[in-house]
């Protein structure tokens, strides 16, 4: 397995991490969580370390600046990493790939959370 693919799955364990922590904290309706920086500085570390590994994969040099925009401004940062390492069509579709890969990176979150939640109780 390549290190972009082991990225992924490591941030798909982050995410369902995330919620097995989120729902054995006793928190109020619509708060947010006390991690929810750890967090976002986790997610920040594996998106720039993806950008750097799928460079390497791909044999390229990452554009400068781009996976640091990327991981802390991912929704401008990954489309602009994408434009800036593939040809507009391949960064397309790069792109939808991205988009699906968060909605599942948030459903991990939700059904790891309600599946603690339910352990719990």
Not at 8 to 37: E, K, N, Y
Not at 70 to 87: D, E, K, N, Q, V
């Amino acid at each position: 397995m390549s290190k972009p693919n082991r990225l992924l799955i490591l941030m798909v364990a982050t995410w369902a991490t995330m919620g097995l922590i989120d729902a054995h904290l006793t928190l109020a309706p619509q708060s947010i969580s006390p991690f929810a920086l750890p967090y976002g500085f986790a997610i920040a570390a594996l998106i720039y370390r993806w950008c750097h590994a799928h460079a390497a994969a791909q044999g390229i040099e990452p554009p400068y600046g781009s996976s640091v925009i990327a991981a802390f401004w991912a929704p401008i940062g990954i489309p602009l990493y994408f434009l800036r390492t593939l040809s507009l069509l391949a960064a397309g579709i790069a792109m939808l790939k991205a988009v699906a890969f968060s909605v599942v990176l948030l459903c991990v979150y939700v059904l790891s959370l309600h599946v603690a939640t339910l352990a719990r109780v």
